[in-house]
């Protein structure tokens, strides 16, 4: 076994069917009395709901949050904290939602708590992203860290077949990159195989039923080690492709996730093989494919879309994602530097023409 160096900071985790019937509870332990509550527009009749069982505890409801979180929409939202003297805020929703609770902690350093109502993972890590100029930039601070995560299956029902399987590959991309990380640990690994087999169990079962509680639950476990993975160890050249994709070309999170997994983990494949047949494993690894090509086929067998074309991406935009992508590389198991820029716009042309990694 490898040398390793293992340090691990975890919220408070609320788990099951009616869980937010603990909300008021899990205030009073955060000390609170003024919560904000947070969503998208979409969500905006959950965030008031939330609110309204809050009662005097609800400072107000924000939602306003969008993906990618501008930095317009995050100021916004830490002056109306400031505003209303909240003292917490309360993030309902996905990646979108938690990320602009972050943006508010790491101004003011209010404490969050966090409902996901989609697989993202964001609520188990550290990881904030701001977007400017075009530009998403991204970072750690263990005070963006939700200090409780209140996980609820039924909350999750109402999310539409095709997003459920979109955000679980999403979730899926974390554990698969935490499997080949510069600082990796067996722990992780453990936490990462789980998540990856929990999530390609579930996401099959919700497409044959979208209202199967039990499935649902599956999903929200697996996301919970996903993005126990994604706080804990270094990501690689997915989250960059991803990162570039979504803050510079303002693609779809989690289906820029979905399309560029395989791709990506096709190009990683000859410097990461114990990851690969870990994630196989995790896959159901009965039959002779590749880690890639099972990633693949689990999204496009679920309705996934496995093209960038499909997404919003421009043929003629390729050239410069490959250039902002070597211009300031993440850590990666295999060379992605300026001299491996060919490399990366093959595999961005892969991604684009949904070409099955084989």
């Given at each position: 076994?490898?040398?390793?160096?293992y340090?691990?900071?975890?919220?408070?985790?609320?788990?099951?069917?009616g869980?937010?019937?603990?909300?008021e509870r899990?205030?009073?332990?955060?000390?609170?009395?003024?919560?904000?509550?947070?969503?998208?527009?979409e969500?905006?009749?959950q965030a008031?709901?939330?609110?309204?069982?809050?009662?005097?505890?609800?400072?107000?409801v924000?939602?306003?949050?969008?993906?990618h979180?501008?930095?317009?929409?995050?100021?916004?939202?830490?002056?109306?904290?400031r505003?209303?003297?909240?003292?917490?805020?309360?993030?309902?929703?996905?990646?979108?939602?938690?990320?602009?609770?972050?943006?508010i902690?790491?101004d003011?350093?209010?404490?969050?708590?966090a409902?996901?109502t989609?697989?993202?993972?964001?609520?188990?890590?550290p990881?904030?992203?701001?977007?400017?100029a075009?530009?998403?930039?991204?970072?750690?601070?263990a005070?963006?860290?939700?200090?409780?995560?209140?996980?609820?299956?039924?909350?999750?029902?109402t999310?539409?077949?095709?997003?459920?399987?979109?955000s679980g590959?999403?979730?899926i991309?974390h554990?698969?990159e935490?499997?080949?990380?510069?600082d990796?640990?067996?722990?992780?690994?453990?936490?990462?195989?789980?998540?990856?087999r929990?999530?390609?169990?579930?996401?099959p079962a919700l497409?044959?039923?979208?209202?199967?509680?039990?499935?649902?639950?599956?999903?929200?476990?697996?996301?919970w080690?996903?993005?126990t993975?994604?706080?804990?160890?270094?990501?690689?050249?997915?989250?960059?492709?991803?990162?570039?994709?979504?803050?510079?070309?303002?693609?779809?999170?989690?289906?820029v996730h979905?399309v560029?997994?395989?791709?990506?983990?096709?190009?990683?494949?000859?410097?990461?093989?114990?990851?690969?047949a870990?994630?196989?494993r995790?896959?159901?690894?009965?039959?002779?494919?590749?880690?890639?090509?099972?990633?693949?086929?689990?999204?496009?067998?679920?309705?996934?879309?496995?093209?960038l074309r499909?997404i919003g991406m421009k043929?003629?935009?390729?050239?410069?994602?490959a250039?902002?992508?070597?211009?300031?590389?993440?850590w990666?198991?295999?060379?992605?530097g300026?001299?491996?820029?060919?490399?990366?716009?093959?595999?961005?042309?892969?991604?684009?023409?949904?070409?099955?990694?084989?």
């Amino acid at each position: 076994m490898k040398d390793f160096v293992y340090h691990h900071a975890s919220p408070r985790v609320v788990f099951g069917a009616g869980a937010l019937a603990h909300l008021e509870r899990e205030i009073d332990l955060l000390r609170a009395r003024r919560a904000l509550v947070l969503s998208t527009p979409e969500q905006a009749a959950q965030a008031q709901s939330v609110a309204d069982r809050l009662g005097a505890r609800a400072a107000g409801v924000f939602p306003h949050a969008v993906m990618h979180v501008p930095i317009e929409t995050a100021r916004q939202a830490q002056d109306e904290a400031r505003r209303l003297g909240a003292d917490c805020a309360v993030a309902i929703g996905g990646g979108s939602t938690i990320g602009l609770g972050k943006a508010i902690a790491l101004d003011a350093g209010l404490p969050i708590l966090a409902i996901p109502t989609t697989y993202a993972g964001s609520e188990m890590t550290p990881i904030y992203g701001i977007t400017e100029a075009g530009q998403k930039k991204t970072g750690r601070d263990a005070r963006v860290r939700p200090r409780t995560v209140i996980y609820d299956p039924e909350l999750t029902l109402t999310l539409p077949v095709p997003l459920s399987v979109t955000s679980g590959m999403n979730a899926i991309a974390h554990a698969a990159e935490g499997l080949y990380a510069r600082d990796g640990n067996p722990v992780m690994a453990l936490m990462a195989e789980e998540g990856v087999r929990a999530l390609a169990q579930a996401l099959p079962a919700l497409t044959r039923r979208g209202d199967d509680l039990a499935a649902r639950g599956d999903a929200l476990y697996g996301a919970w080690l996903c993005g126990t993975v994604l706080g804990s160890v270094g990501m690689a050249l997915h989250h960059k492709l991803c990162h570039v994709l979504g803050g510079s070309f303002n693609l779809p999170h989690a289906e820029v996730h979905t399309v560029v997994l395989p791709q990506a983990i096709a190009f990683n494949a000859p410097a990461a093989p114990e990851a690969m047949a870990r994630i196989q494993r995790a896959l159901g690894g009965a039959t002779p494919r590749s880690a890639a090509a099972a990633l693949f086929d689990l999204a496009r067998d679920n309705g996934a879309p496995v093209a960038l074309r499909d997404i919003g991406m421009k043929a003629d935009e390729l050239e410069r994602a490959a250039d902002i992508v070597v211009a300031n590389p993440y850590w990666n198991p295999r060379a992605v530097g300026v001299a491996e820029r060919d490399g990366i716009l093959a595999l961005l042309r892969r991604a684009f023409d949904g070409v099955r990694p084989d």
